[in-house]
């Protein structure tokens, strides 16, 4: 399975952002998309998330996440940026593996929110 993420860039304070990123491979189902975020010196963290029926699970109230189930596709978007969503965004899919599930990880795209 590979994830590719894309969308990070530099915002202003108060901006929109929308991150996507697109499942690849030979799969047969992916339980639970999402994103993970890392702030500069801190820990990985569950930025939002949401299952294969559509469950919803976020971090802030700021952040929208969807689904494409046919497309394998993930998209994030975060409104009102802050200074302190600045970090790396990791994509993430838990895909079924016929006898448990594996957790993949994309490579991480950089959001930078400065004026």
């Known amino acids: 399975v590979q994830l590719q993420a894309s969308g990070g860039g530099l915002v202003q304070p108060g901006g929109s952002l929308r991150l996507s990123c697109a499942a690849s491979g030979t799969f047969s189902r992916i339980a639970i998309m999402g994103w993970y975020r890392q702030a500069p010196g801190k820990q990985r963290e569950l930025a939002a998330s949401?299952?294969?029926?559509g469950n919803t699970n976020y971090a802030d109230a700021r952040f929208i996440i969807s689904r494409d189930n046919e497309k394998n596709t993930v998209g994030l978007q975060i409104d009102s940026l802050k200074p302190e969503d600045t970090g790396v965004y990791y994509c993430f899919a838990k895909v079924f593996n016929g006898d448990g599930y594996d957790d993949w990880w994309g490579q991480g795209t950089q959001v930078t929110v400065s004026s």
């Open positions: 949401i299952t294969i029926g």
